[in-house]
């Protein structure tokens, strides 16, 4: 969404409000905002779109919009928190262990990023817990390891190079 706003040189209205004569900023066109606010609003879901757009003058507006989309969906409410939470929850293993190690790792990222705080013992267990029964000896080499147990990071680094040896294979 962003890089559409960018390419179309859109994304400067949604992220700081025009005040018209301020000199620091040039005011949207009407045809400016609407197409930002087109782009914004193509990408979400229609329940989503129900949920921040509570007017009709928000689709008017690129900069309200946004900052309606950030304070749902980039803040650190207790919204946002659940459902990056619920994403990583429902996280499975898929027989792509270079996908699973992805998506975990982009899962813990957005944790961090939103103030999500648990002991890295707890995604530990959490994350080997994800993994099924074939990879038995590779969760009990990395539980009886001292530099693995109950880091995530490390957990994820030994799981990639053990991808990288069945590539190798």
Known sequence: ?????????????????????D????TPTVEANVEACGIITNFMYSRTFAAIVTSEEITQNSYQLWKKVNERFASSSFNSKERIWSKFQKLTYEDNLKEFIANT???????????????DEIFAFLILTKLPDEFHSLIEKVTLNAETQGNPNEILNVLHKAELKEEAL
């Open 23 to 26: 000199g620091e900023t040039q």
């Open 1 to 21: 969404m962003i890089i559409c706003l960018n390419k179309r040189r859109l994304y400067k209205y949604c992220v700081k409000e025009c005040i018209p004569g």
């Open 105 to 119: 790792r982009k899962c813990l990222s957005n944790m961090a990023s939103v103030g999500i705080s648990v002991e």
